[in-house]
C-alpha cells in the first residue's frame, strides 16, 4: 500500500476538509517536508472568505518541519540534510 499525506484543503467559503494524497515522490532536486507547522497569513484569511477559484486548495506557505527526505542536488545546493529543522522560504 502506497503512503499517504493528510492536508487541509480549503473546499469554500470558511469550508475546510482533511484529505489524503498520495506521498509525493522525492528527485535529486527535491525534499520532502514532515510538517511542524503551516502558517496561515492575512492574505489566507482574506481568500479564505472568498469561494475559491480553483477549488479544492491546500492553504498555508509558511512552513517550519524537519526534511524528512532529500535528492541529493537539492542537499547540495541548499546546504541541508535529513533530520535538518528548516523554514520554507514562502516565495518558492
Known amino acids: 500500500m502506497a503512503k499517504q499525506v493528510l492536508a487541509a484543503v480549503r473546499t469554500g467559503v470558511h469550508q475546510t476538509e482533511f484529505r489524503e494524497y498520495p506521498m509525493p ?3 535529486e532536486d527535491s525534499a520532502l517536508l514532515k510538517m ?3 502558517g496561515i497569513c492575512g492574505t489566507d484569511v482574506k481568500f479564505y472568505a472568498k469561494p ?7 492553504m498555508g506557505h509558511e ?3 524537519y526534511i524528512a527526505e532529500a535528492g541529493r542536488q537539492f542537499v547540495e545546493r ?3 540534510k535529513e ?3 528548516v523554514f520554507v522560504e514562502h516565495y518558492v
Open 63 to 65: 512552513n517550519i518541519g
Open 78 to 80: 541548499k546546504g541541508v
Open 83 to 85: 533530520g535538518d529543522l
Open 52 to 58: 475559491p477559484t480553483d477549488a479544492p486548495v491546500i
Open 25 to 27: 515522490q522525492v528527485s
Open 36 to 38: 511542524e507547522v503551516a
